[in-house]
């Protein structure tokens, strides 16, 4: 009896035209490390009485489809990541390269059906309706260089049979830390030791009464983008806009040798004023947990920008 193992999952992914119906063609096979994805439905237990000491049987309860999926930071697969976070780009070019404009304060997102395949039981599992919550990534000097994508889904098709077909298959190139740098209002950025970003869809999710136990929708209501940035203190620069509550604009870029490329803007940074400590010989260091917020001159709180080979996502 062949037993699942992760090394030969399998994930394929696909927007649909109409939300919690998994369009028939179109998939991408995407890398991904890990993932959480699924569906539960947990049991409650009877609290009838009159029947003894031994409890009558349980009830199901609702179905609950979420999880988080762990991807790459590349040049390609990430942009369906970003279509799913801020809705489809603006798309230039004429010929490759092409350059993908995401922009932040879509009122509606795009919903995606996205298969898992362990095909040793054999088990596929369709998830339909998925709509992303939040995406997170972390910049530092070394390691892996991976976001995580939490997902809020419809329900889950289980079968012995792929319903993916043949997915489009990817050049996978991969971004790495050493690949990124950090700048503040067009300025490299420095003495940073690690940085995080965090855009929240922070979906309502739509749980009506239903046959099926699943949920009619999963609707944004207002985006956050947050972020920490630790850094050795070596100047007052920071400092100085978290007292005097202004904002700055700060860039985190990532350019590969062969020139794909992605930059995510934030336009408008907030800073807390941060406690400073010397907790010991070692360098100070100063941690700064901020928020982002809606540019009036430019409209929207952030930008993607996606340079690489595909000419439409």
């Known amino acids: 009896m062949a037993r699942a193992q992760g090394a030969r999952a399998l994930m394929a992914l696909a927007f649909e035209t109409t939300y919690g119906t998994p369009p028939a063609s179109g998939f991408t096979r995407m890398p991904f490390a890990s993932t959480s994805l699924g569906a539960e439905q947990p049991l409650l237990n009877s609290e009838l009485l009159g029947y003894g000491r031994d409890p009558l049987a349980p009830i199901k309860d609702a179905v609950t489809a979420d999880g988080d999926i762990v991807v790459p930071l590349d040049a390609e697969a990430f942009g369906f990541w970003l279509k799913a976070a801020f809705g489809a780009p603006t798309t230039t070019g004429v010929e490759a390269p092409y350059s993908h404009e995401f922009q932040s304060g879509s009122w509606t997102l795009p919903s995606m059906a996205i298969e898992t395949g362990m095909p040793e039981v054999p088990r596929y599992a369709m998830y339909s309706g998925c709509v992303l919550d939040q995406i997170t990534w972390q910049m530092q000097r070394s390691g892996l260089l991976t976001a995580t ?8 098709t289980v079968g012995t049979t792929t319903s993916a077909g043949t997915p489009a298959a990817l050049e996978l190139k991969r971004f790495g830390h050493f690949n990124g740098a950090i700048s503040r209002n067009g300025t490299a950025l420095g003495n940073v030791v690690s940085a995080e970003i965090t855009y929240a869809n922070n979906l309502d999710r739509i749980e009506t009464i239903r046959s099926d136990g699943r949920i009619d929708g999963a609707d944004p209501s207002i985006a956050a983008l947050t972020g920490r940035i630790e850094v050795r203190f070596a100047d007052q620069t920071l400092v100085t806009q978290a ?19 992605f930059t995510f803007t934030v336009h408008a940074v907030y800073l807390p004023r941060p406690r400073i400590e010397i907790s010991g010989p070692q360098g100070v260091q100063a941690t700064f947990d901020w928020q982002a917020a809606r540019d009036s001159v430019v409209g929207r709180m952030c930008t993607a920008t996606l340079i690489n080979d595909i000419e439409v996502y």
């Open 149 to 156: 994508a939490r997902l809020v889904a419809q329900g889950e």
């Open 243 to 261: 007292i005097n509550g202004e904002a700055c604009e700060m860039e985190f870029a990532y350019v590969l040798p062969s020139g794909e490329s």
